[in-house]
């Protein structure tokens, strides 16, 4: 049995030991593998095939080559989608980073699962399932097996010293590994990034910063609506948790746990498991950004499993998605989070199998071919 399968049969996984969390994590890196050129090629020669110039439906061929290489065949199928929600809190809202009270990321949640927030109407729309998983709100939810995978209560303040701890960052990372094991498990085959957590573009921001090297302020937004001098405060207590904590880019689990969150490590824990399992994972916005950065720096083949959804409203995104050499496909000004942008992708990927399974070749529709 490997140390990752060991791992994902724990009942509680706070029971797992540093080392252990340490392997399983290297394992997991460890195992995502390059996508399938020969199927990527196949599926390149199906979609030219079609009755259509060469290229001339731009991304959708991107997307569908993308999955074959993926799946590994030039025939992929999507059987079941699921949006991956994750929900932490943030002790650096004390600093007066968000516009919006910490509370809210508790009664969001059970927005959620009572099926009545963007994402759930979103995600019902394109006929997937929405998955809100709590890995740290700051105070207790009224069901006990609601909390099954709280790794905390919320993170401390990152300008004040680590948001958590490396084991903490480690057990945050596997747990969303584990949640995006057991959908894949239960038949899901696309995946999509969504999160809550009231203060949460902060420690995003911060590693965006570390990561690409911008400055704070490059890729600082307002989040839930700061006025101008509460932006100025949210980019100089960014400075401040990235000096006090000593960020290196080159260690990306510690950096993660000093200036990130419990949702975020999920999500980078979701991508990875994605990746390793060769399912596609579809990216929201900022949040899901800073999560899929910190993901590439671990294992650089993950970005191969990404898809980048829609240009967020939120500064950051663009030099994220740039460095990990993405680009978003929508443009709706959207900067909800919650991977409501993501959920929206759900359709276009479909429709790019589509074009490849039913769409007539020249030689099927006895259409003239050419040099064009």
């Known amino acids: 049995m490997s140390s ?15 080392q252990e969390l340490e392997i399983a994590l290297q394992e997991l890196m460890g195992g995502i593998k390059a996508l399938n050129q020969e199927a990527l090629a196949g599926m390149k020669s199906r979609v030219d ?10 991304v959708l061929e991107d997307i569908a080559q993308q999955l074959a290489g993926i799946f ?16 932490g809190d943030h002790g650096v ?40 998983t709590d890995i740290g709100i700051a105070t207790p939810l009224d069901a006990p097996e609601l909390m099954a995978y709280r790794v905390k209560n919320g993170t401390d303040n990152m300008a004040k010293g680590p948001a958590m701890s490396r084991q903490e960052a480690m057990l945050a990372i596997l747990t969303g590994a584990r949640i995006a094991a057991n959908a894949i498990d239960s038949g899901v085959n696309l995946l999509a990034t969504g999160e ?57 689990i510690d950096t ?14 979701a991508i990875l498991e994605a990746s390793y399992q060769r399912v596609p ?16 720096k671990l294992a650089p083949l993950s970005t191969s499993y990404m898809i980048a959804s829609h240009s967020s409203e939120e500064l950051g995104q663009h030099l994220a998605l740039h460095q990990l050499g993405l680009k978003p496909k929508l443009d709706f000004h ?16 479909e429709a790019a199998l589509k074009v490849a399974d039913e769409m007539a070749t020249f030689e099927q529709a006895a259409v003239t071919t050419g040099d064009f």
Not at 105 to 114: D, E, I, P, R, V
Not at 124 to 129: I, S, T
Not at 202 to 225: K, N, Q, Y
Not at 281 to 296: F, K, N, W
Request: glycine fraction near 12%; charged fraction near 15%; proline fraction near 4%.
């Open 281 to 296: 994972i579809i990216l929201d916005g900022i949040i899901s950004s800073a999560a899929a950065i910190t993901a590439a």
């Open 49 to 58: 095939a079609k009755i259509k110039p060469l290229g001339s439906l731009g």
């Open 334 to 349: 959207m900067r909800l989070g919650e991977g409501t942008g993501a959920a929206l992708m759900f359709p276009m990927v």
């Open 93 to 132: 809202v004390v600093e007066g980073v968000s516009a919006a009270p910490q509370e809210i990321t508790k009664q969001m949640f059970y927005s959620y699962l009572n099926g009545g927030a963007g994402i759930n109407v979103l995600a019902r729309n394109a006929g997937a399932d929405v998955i809100s």
């Open 256 to 269: 993660l746990a000093k200036i990130g969150g419990l949702e975020i490590a999920a999500l980078v824990g």
């Open 196 to 252: 809550v957590g009231i203060g949460n573009t902060t420690p995003s921001a911060a590693l965006i910063s570390v990561f690409t090297g911008h400055s704070v302020e490059d890729v600082t937004g307002r989040g839930t609506g700061l006025k101008d001098d509460a932006l100025i405060n949210k980019q100089n207590v960014i400075k401040c948790a990235i000096e006090i904590n000593q960020c290196d880019p080159a260690t990306p």
């Open 72 to 87: 590994g065949t030039t025939h992929p199928k999507i059987n079941k989608k699921a949006v991956l929600l994750m929900a």
């Open 4 to 18: 990752l399968t060991k791992f994902h049969g724990l009942e509680n996984l706070k029971n797992a030991t540093e």
